[in-house]
C-alpha cells in the first residue's frame, strides 16, 4: 500500500498522522516521531502518541513538563503539575525510561 499525505486538522499538528496507508479497518498512521506503522481503527496510533510522546489529542501539542522534580523516599520519580499543585508519578523504579504515568496525569487535568 502507497502512503498518501493527509490534510493537517490545523497547523503544527503533532497529533494526527501526517501519513497514512491502507483504508477502513486497516487504516495505519505514521508516526512521525520514532518511525512506526500504527493502526488507527482499534486507536493504538492515538493512544501512542498521546502516552509513549506525550502529544495532546486536543492541543496537538506537547503536554507541559512538570514544574519541578524530585525522588520519593520509595524511589519513584514525581513531577510538580502546573494545573492541580500537586506531585505526581512521572515514573516508577520499573520504567524509568517513560514518562507514561505523567502524560496519563496531563491527559487527566487537561
Same mark, same amino acid.
Not at 502512503?3 to 479497518?25: E, F, G
Not at 498512521?29 to 506525550?54: E, M, P, V
Given at each position: *500500500?502507497?502512503?498518501?499525505?493527509? &490534510?493537517?486538522?490545523? =497547523?503544527?499538528?503533532? $497529533?494526527?498522522?501526517?501519513?497514512?496507508?491502507?483504508? *477502513?479497518?486497516? &487504516?495505519? %498512521?505514521?508516526?512521525?516521531?520514532? +518511525?512506526? @506503522?500504527?493502526?488507527? &481503527?482499534?486507536? *493504538? /496510533? @492515538? /493512544?501512542?502518541?498521546? #502516552?509513549?510522546? +506525550?502529544?495532546?489529542?486536543?492541543? +496537538?501539542?506537547? #503536554?507541559?513538563?512538570?514544574?519541578?522534580?524530585?525522588?520519593?523516599? !520509595?524511589?519513584?520519580? !514525581? +513531577?510538580?503539575?502546573?494545573?492541580? %499543585? $500537586? #506531585?505526581?508519578?512521572?515514573?516508577? %523504579? =520499573?520504567?524509568?525510561?517513560?514518562?507514561?504515568? @505523567? /502524560?496519563?496525569? *496531563?491527559? &487527566?487535568?487537561?
Amino acid at each position: *500500500a502507497l502512503p498518501r499525505l493527509q &490534510k493537517p486538522r490545523y =497547523k503544527q499538528d503533532d $497529533y494526527n498522522p501526517k501519513w497514512v496507508r491502507y483504508t *477502513a479497518h486497516n &487504516k495505519e %498512521g505514521y508516526c512521525d516521531t520514532c +518511525g512506526r @506503522w500504527l493502526q488507527l &481503527k482499534n486507536s *493504538a /496510533y @492515538w /493512544y501512542h502518541k498521546q #502516552f509513549y510522546h +506525550g502529544i495532546s489529542s486536543v492541543s +496537538g501539542k506537547p #503536554f507541559l513538563e512538570p514544574l519541578e522534580q524530585r525522588v520519593s523516599h !520509595e524511589g519513584v520519580i !514525581e +513531577g510538580l503539575c502546573h494545573q492541580c %499543585g $500537586y #506531585f505526581v508519578p512521572i515514573c516508577n %523504579g =520499573k520504567r524509568q525510561k517513560n514518562s507514561l504515568l @505523567w /502524560y496519563k496525569h *496531563a491527559h &487527566k487535568v487537561n
